[in-house]
């Protein structure tokens, strides 16, 4: 049995033993050949994907260290929790910890005691960590939220440029570069900043037939909560609730008690620990909706979500389509609306004064085509008319009113 050989079969087993799963998924399956095999590779998962599992397990069978590129401390922090849940020996570098504590950390990292590093990366760029790394000897280097080095992307973070550089600085060793929203222009520019020549490209389908796609004109903020209500109340399972800003999220939380909706806030605003609970009591059905800022959802891995309801605009399509795929990752049926007025269009084109940012979004809204359709082909894929968005059951309607026959559409069922 060749090297490569004896590590898939390994790394079937740790799938097995460590994280509970009889195989790969087809995506996955790719990724974590790919590191094992020592290539690059672009991972483009949908949220609820499984891209965790393309770096974690490969860091139990390569020997080296794993280092994972994150953009929030407190998502690596649960990022850590979870994998020592797993029994991999993991840890974080964020700017929160005592001096003493990060060198600590690094010392294990160079002893080969660690298995996955964390660390944000306006950190992996100054010196003293860079040649940190060289010396613990980097096996695997994973770029986690990889939309974040394209200026085309709608989480641009300058230091994520750095990468490239720190990448050869480190040997160029294997890079996954993974995400679930990026476009066609914004995978090319992955693959340029981090200096990826000939890596391999594994695009899984953005297509969530399960989510029924649903966006709402409302008149105001009166119309917006009797909707919101309407989707809440009848105990249709956990919800998501995402609005603009901080102070919206605590008075749609008061709103939503007023009503007798159990909802919990959850903003960046918050002390770590106050988060924290809110993620628990939500994972754990002690409250069923949590109304929340686009702080709230990375790495928060709540199958059962059967509502995501935007009060308001996302930055881009892009991040809507990550927010909102937040939704039925059981497979089950799961509704995705968006309750907007024009006041909230105009609030954010003042932010956002990019128009290639938000003209996809725009168009998603005010479109009369097939919402999934238009989702789909803006992240390069091309499929039929759904029939189960809000646009599709309208012309159907329309279509059997005036007495012709419903046109052809794509099977929508839910998977278990």
């Not at 080095?149 to 490239?164: L, T």
């Not at 007798?260 to 002690?286: I, M, N, T, W």
């Not at 389509?321 to 039925?328: C, D, N, S, T, V």
Request: hydrophobic share 40%; net charge positive; charged share 25%.
């Amino acid at each position: 049995m060749t090297l490569v050989a004896s590590r898939v079969t390994r790394a079937r087993e740790v799938l097995r033993e460590r994280f509970g799963f009889h195989d790969f998924r087809p995506g996955q399956r790719r990724a974590v050949q790919a590191a094992l095999s020592g290539r690059s590779a672009l991972v483009v998962l949908p949220t609820g994907g499984g891209k965790s599992v393309c770096y974690q397990v490969p860091s139990l069978v390569l020997e080296g260290l794993t280092v994972v590129v994150s953009p929030l401390i407190s998502l690596m922090v649960d990022q850590v929790m979870a994998a020592r849940a797993r029994g991999i020996a993991a840890a974080s570098l964020t700017s929160a910890q005592p001096y003493a504590e990060r060198e600590t950390i690094l010392a294990e990292a160079q002893a080969g005691a660690l298995r996955l590093l964390y660390v944000a990366p306006e950190r992996l760029a100054t010196g003293g960590m860079i040649g940190a790394l060289r010396r613990a000897g980097v096996a695997l280097l994973a770029v986690d939220e990889a939309h974040c080095v394209s200026e085309w992307g709608h989480d641009f973070r300058p230091a994520y440029r750095q990468i490239g550089l720190v990448r050869r600085a480190l040997g160029s060793p294997p890079t996954l570069a993974l995400t679930a929203t990026a476009t066609p222009a914004v995978r090319e520019d992955i693959l340029a900043s981090l200096r990826l020549e000939g890596a391999e490209r594994i695009i899984g389908s953005f297509d969530r037939p399960n989510l029924r796609l649903i966006v709402t004109r409302v008149r105001d903020d009166e119309d917006r909560r009797h909707r919101l209500l309407a989707l809440l109340r009848p105990a249709r399972g956990a919800a998501l609730v995402y609005v603009p800003t901080r102070r919206s999220t605590e008075r749609w939380t008061r709103s939503l008690w007023r009503a007798g909706v159990a909802a919990a806030p959850y903003h960046a605003g918050l002390e770590h620990s106050v988060r924290r609970g809110v993620q628990d009591d939500f994972l754990k059905d002690r409250v069923e909706c949590v109304v929340a800022t686009c702080a709230f959802g990375m790495g928060i891995d709540k199958p059962d979500v059967r509502n995501v309801v935007h009060l308001g605009l996302s930055t881009s399509l892009e991040a809507y389509y990550q927010e909102a795929g937040r939704a039925g990752r059981d497979g089950r049926p799961a509704r995705c609306e968006v309750l907007w007025t024009m006041g909230d269009l105009r609030l954010q084109r003042l932010i956002i004064p990019e128009a290639r940012k938000l003209d996809p979004l725009v168009r998603y809204l005010t479109s009369f085509g097939c919402r999934r359709e238009m989702l789909l082909r803006h992240f390069g894929e091309h499929r039929g008319r759904c029939g189960h968005c809000d646009r599709c059951e309208r012309w159907d309607r329309l279509w059997r009113q005036l007495g012709g026959r419903t046109p052809a559409r794509r099977p929508v069922a839910a998977t278990g």
